[in-house]
């Protein structure tokens, strides 16, 4: 066998070249660091960003304000509803009753108080005819007392017999008698017309309190035949709808929510170290995790939160106990998205954003964002009750219209 041949020598690099490689290196390390160290003081001194960061909406509860049976359901989840559509349907059958009863009710205090009214001028003749009697029998009495004194003083001359006296006494004491009948006659008809006129006297047919009472029966009624339908109070998307037809629902049970999603806003939750210098209108660029970095929203902080997520905890951290451990707490800072969100990128409750703070940007004056997302909800609940006002006040005057005679006059 041949003997293998030697290996040749690897080349050594000679000490002046291994020199400039190491300097080389250390100056390629230095710049890297003053690079880094530059970004950090030019840039990253200047932002504060967090991925704990989550889209948040308002979540109206559709919930029924009287009891009832459900008999339709218009809606399911993830549909879009506008502001005012019939969601869902009660057995309205015990409303309409109940409206027809308060009706009729109304009819009958404007009768009652008409009735009030015309009795008025028949108590009026009727004290005047007692008073009038009351003034025949004092004259009655007059004239009796009269003859009973001329045929006393007959008497002593014997002119007349004692029978006669007796008769003019009789005739006297009975004049009298019917003088006190007819002023207790006359007394009870001036209460009785006092009466009758206080329960009527100084309102409108209107304005008595009997028919205001039917009236607001009336309407109460006509308000309970009303909510037998939820309609929606604002724009949105449904979910969680929970309700079923053929269901029987109490008052105040959730059936369903409605979620503007054109209302939305991200709550960012930042460590307690980088809030040192954040403050209300400072701008913030979002990203969404389900869109990828490549599309950005763009908003500003509208609100930092009065505690941390712990304080506010169903079972806070007992802090003093002794078995204690430090942990970095965060608070929530509330972002409101600026403009329009573009439709073929919508943001959905609850997804995961990426939030990047520019400190040294000039904090703006916070803008009307969706804290008042509230304010459109209140504005339909505010229009719905005054078209219940205004349906309510309608029908009370068309029954008072109806049951008024046409020779009487509201005074």
Request: proline share 5%; charged share 20%.
């Amino acid at each position: 066998m041949n003997a293998p041949a030697p290996a040749s020598p690897e080349p050594v690099m000679p000490p002046s070249r291994r020199r400039r490689v190491l300097l080389l290196l250390a100056l390629l390390l230095l710049v890297a660091a003053l690079g880094v160290g530059a970004y950090g003081w030019l840039v990253l001194r200047h932002v504060e960003s967090t991925d704990n960061a989550y889209v948040q909406a308002p979540l109206v509860h559709i919930t029924p304000r009287i009891d009832g049976t459900v008999v339709a359901v218009e809606v399911d989840d993830t549909d879009a509803v506008q502001a005012g559509q019939l969601l869902v349907r009660l057995d309205d059958t015990d409303a309409r009753l109940a409206l027809q009863r308060a009706g009729a009710a109304l009819a009958q205090a404007v009768r009652e108080v008409r009735v009030l009214r015309a009795q008025d001028g028949s108590l009026d003749a009727q004290v005047q005819a007692r008073r009038a009697d009351a003034e025949r029998m004092r004259a009655e009495l007059a004239r009796a007392e009269d003859l009973a004194a001329r045929r006393a003083r007959l008497q002593a001359t014997g002119a007349i017999s004692d029978e006669d006296i007796r008769q003019a006494a009789a005739a006297r004491d009975a004049a009298r008698s019917a003088l006190a009948a007819a002023q207790s006659a006359q007394a009870a008809a001036e209460q009785q017309a006092a009466a009758n006129l206080a329960l009527s006297d100084g309102t409108r047919l209107d304005s008595h309190p009997s028919v205001q009472r039917a009236a607001a029966a009336l309407r109460e009624a006509l308000l309970s035949l009303r909510r037998t339908e939820l309609r929606a109070p604002l724009a949105g998307q449904v979910a969680r709808r929970t309700v079923q037809v053929g269901q029987r629902v109490a008052a105040g049970a959730a059936l369903m929510s409605v979620i503007p999603l054109d209302q939305v806003w991200v709550e960012a939750n930042f460590k307690e170290a980088q809030l040192r210098h954040m403050r209300l209108g400072q701008p913030v660029r979002l990203t969404a995790d389900a869109y990828g970095r490549k599309v950005e929203y763009r908003g500003r902080i509208v609100g930092i939160g009065a505690g941390t997520g712990a304080a506010f905890a169903l079972l806070p951290a007992q802090n003093a106990t002794g078995n204690w451990i430090k942990v970095v707490q965060r608070v929530p800072v509330r972002v409101a998205l600026d403009g329009p969100l573009p439709p073929q990128y919508p943001l959905r409750v609850g997804l995961s954003m990426h939030a990047t703070v520019q400190l040294d940007a000039m904090a703006e004056a916070p803008r009307a964002t969706a804290s008042a997302a509230s304010a459109p909800a209140a504005v339909a609940a505010l229009d719905e009750a005054a078209s219940a006002q205004r349906e309510a006040d309608a029908l009370v005057q068309r029954i008072l219209d109806a049951n008024l005679s046409p020779k009487s006059s509201r005074r």
